[in-house]
């Protein structure tokens, strides 16, 4: 369950303080480290700590979770990988643009669709020869086209066929493009990630205490500009 939002954590306009719920802070904050471990360029000191001690498939993983947390794993890298909380809020947040397929895994990550391949199609990856390759791995150019060659541990049942065709149908619209593949922060589309942009995001998914009445909007929309001293008003709306 989450906590109703705090008096003083409500913005001046709706009866609070103007201030920075603190543990909302903290997981936009947390949000940032997520957000550099998406970026599959190692080029920071503390990134090249983070893989030995926890693997390279970290790097790039939209998803982390329990899963991932070791038993002598730090209490920060536990808050990290736990960040998503049960509302998926920073995974659901996080896109990809797909150019030349050189960092986005073919099976397991959504890149046509609103699924992963592997989960619309679980059976023919489970005989996929190719489960953790990239999409730049699985085809290339042949006379200006792009050309699938996927590979399978076992011919493929005649009824499984029919999901095959529909899986072709699915990859063919796509073409690579002369960049590398990126991620997007869909949160703030102008920007890209920021704390600010992270901390928004939180604070509308917090449940507020009460509906203002129009009176007490009109009321507190121009408290906060009148000539008191800021101080004062604090300590006004503290004794409310």
Known sequence: MRRPMAKGNRPKGEAGLGIRDLRLVHTSLLGKWRWKLLSHEVDEVWKEIVIARYGSDIIGKRFLGDVDVPRIASSWW??????????????????????????????NEIWVGGQSLRQQFPRLFGISAQKQEVIQNLGGMIDGQWRWNLLWRRNRFQWEEDQFRELCDIIAQF????YHDSWLWLGDGIQGFTVKSAYGLLEKMEPSTRILQPVENFVFKRLWKCAWPSKTLRLCGNCS
């Open 78 to 107: 536990g808050d990290l990988c736990k960040l998503d909380g049960i509302s998926n809020w920073f995974s659901l947040a996080v896109g990809k643009k797909v150019g030349r397929g050189d960092s986005t895994s073919f099976w």
């Open 175 to 178: 073409t690579p493009m002369d």
